[in-house]
């Protein structure tokens, strides 16, 4: 079954950047839908960037022109570049995929969550 690896987070001080990287395991086809959320401590998980097959993006507002969504076929991994980070952005990331499976059928796929701590 396809499943998904995060990495990259961790300790950054305010105004530094962290990549996250969503690699995804299993026998894909290819990805047709990615997107990442944020749940900030007792906080709901909320949408921060989405992308769908046709290459456009969507951000949330406090993130718009800070994060970048983007990812590599090859790898058949996805990618959230975060600039000028914020205690605000303090949480957990999670990557969402969309993936076409060898069957033909498409499934729905959440990364497991990584904790980004954003502090002086």
């Known amino acids: 079954q396809v499943q998904l690896v995060e990495s990259g987070g961790g300790l950054v001080q305010p105004g530094g950047s962290l990549r996250l990287s969503c690699a995804t395991t299993g026998d894909i086809i290819r990805i047709v839908h990615m997107g990442w959320y944020h749940q900030a401590p007792g906080k709901q998980r909320e949408m921060v960037a989405l992308s769908p097959n046709d290459g456009s993006t969507n951000y949330r507002d406090s993130v718009k022109d800070r994060f970048a969504i983007s990812r590599d076929d090859a790898k058949k991994t996805v990618y959230l570049q975060m600039n000028n980070l914020t205690p605000e952005d303090t949480g957990v990331y999670f990557c969402?995929?969309?993936?076409?499976?060898?069957?033909?059928?498409?499934?729905?796929?959440w990364g497991q969550g990584i904790q980004v701590t954003v502090s002086s």
């Open positions: 969402n995929v969309h993936v076409v499976e060898p069957t033909g059928w498409t499934r729905t796929v």
